[in-house]
């Protein structure tokens, strides 16, 4: 997030240490909007920041920053923020578009609950279109120590995830990770097939998927609500991954999710290791977003 703090934490904080006149608002909206945090969301925390400016409650340039810092992480708990795995098996659905990193986040997140919760997980690798799908879960299972389900390219992905629970009921695995194909927001055909993979999965446990993690590209900015917007109506999502993060100067799409969706983010991406991918801290993200470089 280092391009995003340099762009908005110089801007912000030379505006909030200012003259707080009319302009100087209006540069900390365009600064907010700039960093994608959304239209709604910059003017309720704009209006917010103003009153307190103007009742005396916070005073100073340091002072206006903490303020902003804890409204922006206010307007992102929305929902549950953890991943729910209280079931068992519990059954996690990735899905998302082309190259946003669903098939690296559902390897990685099957490794954290492998090795940080001591879970068993079966990875289910539900895309079964791209041709080295199947092989790179597969790569990730090896690592995390996981079972693999899969097919030859062009199976059903619907048979995929049947065969996927039925293993996981034989072997009593605690987890089940369902790797899904990207695929555009406007496929409406490959959209659709969404619904069918959650549906062969709660007739064979019911309740499930217990969390369907969208993971969006932070780079593509406001493109990111529209995307979220059609994958909560055909897949169900419960949560977002922010992936990319280490490399876009406009996070502030994870605030947009959040206030304009009401959808929580619950995982972030910033790099390509393992530690990388990590839980999502409200207060740690404001605070990396306007801090200054």
């Not at 997980?121 to 079964?128: F, G, K, M, R």
């Not at 079972?147 to 695995?173: H, N």
């Not at 876009?248 to 799409?253: D, K, S, V």
């Amino acid at each position: 997030m280092a391009s995003t703090r340099q762009a908005l934490g110089g801007e912000i904080n030379a505006t909030l240490s200012g003259a707080l006149d009319e302009k100087a608002w209006e540069r900390l909206e365009e600064a907010l909007i700039v960093a994608d945090v959304g239209a709604a969301t910059t003017a309720s925390v704009v209006a917010s920041l103003e009153a307190a400016a103007s009742t005396g409650e916070a005073r100073g340039g340091e002072a206006l920053s903490e303020r902003l810092i804890a409204l922006l992480a206010d307007s992102t708990r929305v929902g549950e923020a953890r991943i729910d795995i209280r079931s068992r098996p519990a059954v996690i659905m990735v899905v998302g578009v082309n190259g946003t990193g669903k098939t690296t986040t559902a390897g990685k997140l099957a490794w954290h609950l492998r090795n940080e919760l001591g879970c068993t997980v079966l990875l289910a690798a539900c895309d079964t279109y791209r041709a080295a799908a199947a092989e790179q879960l597969g790569a990730w299972a090896r690592r995390a120590e996981c079972e693999l389900v899969a097919a030859e390219q062009g199976s059903d992905p619907g048979a995929v995830a049947f065969e996927a629970m039925a293993q996981a009921r034989r072997t009593g695995a605690d987890m089940v990770v369902v790797d899904t194909a990207g695929r555009l927001h406007t496929q409406t055909d490959l959209m659709a097939e969404l619904g069918k993979v959650r549906r062969v999965l709660g007739r064979a446990l019911p309740g499930a998927p217990h969390e369907t993690l969208l993971t969006l590209d932070a780079t593509t900015g406001q493109n990111g609500l529209v995307q979220a917007r059609q994958f909560v109506e055909a897949a169900g999502v419960s949560g977002v991954v922010m992936t990319k993060l280490d490399g876009t100067a406009r996070g502030g799409i994870a605030l947009a999710i959040a206030g304009e969706l009401g959808l929580p983010v619950k995982l972030i991406g910033v790099g390509e290791s393992l530690e990388d991918l990590r839980p999502f801290d409200a207060d740690d993200f404001a605070r990396a977003l306007i801090a200054p470089a």
